[in-house]
């Protein structure tokens, strides 16, 4: 006999807390990228805005990723939008099982890890007089 297991959204809560705590966490630490590598406050904040735009385009959620070109389909990875709607529509509408959720956290996490990989160079932006008036 075939058994068919089905998983609730109760049961994935945990999983989709975790994602979502990792979408804000990579998206503050976009912020920092962009800080850190502009110097400037005021293009920072246009370019994130053009970023998290783009993002919202690239997610997937009214044009399928897999039905885009190649190219785009490599431009959705570099937002973390698209790796929490995998785990997001994995999760809560397909029941897939956890180890399909391991890649799109793992995306998320590089996003994290490279902001983290920032700091240094942003404590340098913000603490410097030849940055000052850019920030």
Known sequence: TTE???LSLHDALPIL???QVLL?????????LLVALTA?????LSLGSAYAMLAFTYSGLTF???G???AARILAALFPYY???????????????LQATVLPLSGLLVFVGLGLLCMPRLKRV??????????
Do not use: D
Request: hydrophobic residues 55%; aromatic residues 10%.
């Open 4 to 6: 068919i297991y089905t």
């Open 17 to 19: 807390m975790l994602a």
């Open 24 to 32: 804000l966490l990579a998206y503050q630490m976009v912020g920092v």
């Open 40 to 44: 400037n406050a005021r293009l920072s």
């Open 64 to 66: 399928p990723v897999m």
């Open 68 to 70: 885009m070109p190649l």
């Open 83 to 97: 790796h929490w709607m995998k785990v997001f529509i994995g999760q809560a509408l397909r029941a897939e099982p």
């Open 126 to 135: 913000l603490l410097s007089e030849r940055f000052r008036h850019r920030c």
